[in-house]
């Protein structure tokens, strides 16, 4: 059984710039969630998505979006990226017998805005 | 709103203690609770999850329990060793609402075990 990936595993950006993260939920899961990770923090809820629907957002602005794909992979777009944008943006997978199990995390893609 | 909190931040021990690691959590209204364990810039590895109407979970040296009146859990070490040496996060999922099932974090506990 493949785990939760995520692509790339390190970006550099400039302020003002766009970028695309991509992650490949477990095998099964329909349900994915994002989370941003600064440095020495917990990691923050970003949005979820449920059948190729965002079904829960978290205290993010609209520059953060995303999509699910049909294979419930997700990508994560953030748009005019400021500088406290880096952080370790994780991808989670949760299987289809819902909130009461847990969620699988991936690695994680580390973003530095400069 | 819901808020985590865990305490120490930081615990530096020697090999072969026993070892307690706290949460608390602010609204009681939660569907579960787990620990992961996350070394460094890495992602996070589940430990235990803890559902809202249990007390307590165990998997081999890692015992946590679950207090949901009073708004507290407990990770317990037991014999620690020096490949514990993590950060250790506390995550309540919240029961209701769109958010239903995402998980709210506490800052972690990051803990060195000395040999």
């Known amino acids: 059984e493949t785990g939760v990936t995520q692509s790339p595993t390190h970006l550099i950006k400039t302020r003002g710039q766009q970028v695309t993260l991509r992650c490949s939920s477990q095998?099964?899961?329909?349900?994915v969630s994002w989370y941003q990770q600064a440095l020495g923090q917990g990691p923050q809820f970003i949005f979820q998505?449920?059948?190729?629907?965002?079904?829960g957002r978290g205290n993010f602005p609209p520059r953060f979006s995303g999509l699910q794909f049909p294979n419930y992979s997700s990508e994560l777009n953030v748009n005019a990226l400021e500088l406290d944008d880096s952080a370790l943006y994780l991808c989670a997978s949760r299987p289809p017998s819902g909130a009461k199990d847990t969620q699988y995390f991936g690695p994680g893609t580390r973003l530095t805005v400069l | 709103k819901q808020e985590v909190t865990q305490i120490p931040a930081a615990l530096s021990v020697p090999e072969g203690e026993n070892l307690v690691l706290n949460c608390s959590f602010t609204d009681s209204a939660i569907y579960n609770l787990q620990w992961f364990r996350q070394d460094p810039g890495k992602g996070l590895t589940s430990l235990l999850l803890i559902q809202s109407s249990q007390r307590e979970q165990t998997s081999g040296r890692l015992n946590a329990s679950l207090d949901k009146s009073s708004g507290r859990s407990t990770l317990y070490i037991a014999a620690s060793q020096p490949g514990d040496s993590a950060t250790y996060l506390c995550a309540v999922s919240l029961g209701y609402g769109g958010s239903q099932g995402n998980l709210i974090f506490g800052k972690g506990t990051k803990l060195s075990v000395k040999p």
């Open positions: 095998s099964g899961h329909n349900t």
């Open positions: 998505y449920y059948r190729e629907e965002e079904n």
